[in-house]
């Protein structure tokens, strides 16, 4: 029988909705015929409309009027979520943002099934928030409150790395102990579970969860320390002014990081660039960053990014067409430059890995797989150094993109019918 609820697995980068019916894929097509749909939103002030996913991107890189969201997610939890965006004088909270989101995520779902889902599990990171345990529910609870604004009446929660052991769990066919390594746009979790057919079978699996981590942090972190690394120097970062002071590093960041992006973009910003364009010992390189500003090309700037750190799971080198750019630049990027970038943020989520066996009391050996999950998964340094942990333990990989939603749905169908 078809499943009465269904999963979602509200990404920082790609969404997901998974459904259980007999014979059918788990993953609902959401857009274009695809199963994910982009966690971006763009409000068109020129039509006064709002575009979702690929449109959203589209409508934003086509150059319309208007403001442009990604990383929605990551303002859960966070004093952020309760601000407000300008787009021509007109005031968006977040959180409408957010809900229009998970409202429309929730519309393309039930147009794809032929029927409405009142019944929904969601997925989310072992941590919101590191270190705070109430920041952390607050996240918890707003989404809750954003999704049942959205029209789910019952929702339940599940960590996205148990909804990714579950998905793998209906793949395999004797007992395993697995490390699930779920390495999103957001954050890094981690379950350790045993998993099988029989376990399978089971309601109630918290005796099988041997234990979870978590950081907070995540693909648009790596895009973000690339981004600062290798563009942002190009538009000044790290130059002089006269005074000798180094640039406030602080407008870049902004640029540098998803969902800040648009604070980059407030008359205070553009007033403080204008005079430090005025102090700056590079004016050319100031001059670059103004028009970023002015053309509010700063999504645009990190999408270029982003590709270059896709590209560098494969290759070792790649080059960044930055052709919006006064004059157009190409920025090579050499997987060393982008590894010695991100070691930081490598070496926490090692550590949690780390901390998670502790607490398990597991010996490495004792593991017999490592799963990897989520969209960042493929980063090179990060897959090698989580793998260095476990030597033992075979590699698979999953649905990066899809092996959370398809968990979800069946957890769904437990929980709900």
Known sequence: MMARACGVDFGTSNSTVGWCRPGHPSLLPLEEGKTTLPSAVFFNAEEDRWSFGRGALADYLAGHEGRLMRSLKSLLGTSLLDGQTEVQGRAIPFRQLLAQFIGELKRRAEQAAGRSFEHAVFGRPVHFIDDDLKADQQAEASLLQIAQAAGFREVAFQYEPIAAAFDY???????????????????????????SPQRAQKADRRDDILATAGVHIGGTDFDKYLSLSSVMPRLGMGSRLASDAEMPSSHYFNLATWHTINLAYTRKAWEELQDLRRDARERDKLDRLL??????DGHWLALKVEEGKIALSEATVTALQLERLPPPQTVLVEREHFDAAITHLVMAIEAAVGELLRNAAV?????????????????????????????????????????????LALDAQRRFG
Do not use: Y
């Not at 395999?172 to 998993?195: M, N, P």
């Not at 028009?291 to 509010?296: D, H, K, M, P, S």
């Open 291 to 296: 028009q970023l500003v002015q053309q509010r």
């Open 363 to 407: 010996p490495a050996e004792a593991v017999d797989t490592v799963f990897f999950t989520g969209g960042s998964s493929g980063v090179h340094m990060l897959r090698k150094r989580i793998a260095s942990l476990l030597p033992d333990a075979q590699r698979v990989e999953g649905d990066l993109f899809g092996s959370i939603g398809a968990g």
């Open 169 to 195: 769990e209906s793949e395999i066919e004797r007992e395993q102990l697995v490390l699930i390594a779920d390495i999103g746009g957001g954050t890094s979790d981690f379950s350790l579970v045993r998993l």
